[in-house]
């Protein structure tokens, strides 16, 4: 809510209208100033969850792919103990 106050000659800056917007106006500067601050407080937060889960999925990929290149050397060294199939029994 702004006041204003005029004289005679127009608005006064030295009236109590000049100080309650002056005031008014320091109000919502820190109103403004701490919902900033806020929300900016959750946009952190949030990308630290985000970083912190983009952390934990790589780690859990990378293990995922080791344990697969793991059976797949298991694979290759039993394919490689017997012997290889006579393509003619194949047929």
Sequence with gaps: MFFVHADEQGFSPSGSGFCLCFFESQRLRRELMRQTEAKGR?????IETSARNAILGNSLLEEQISHWLLDNARLIDE?????????????
Excluded: E, N, R
């Design 79 to 91: 394919l490689l103990f017997y012997p290889a199939a006579d393509q003619d029994l194949l047929k």
């Design 42 to 46: 959750a946009l952190a937060a949030a």
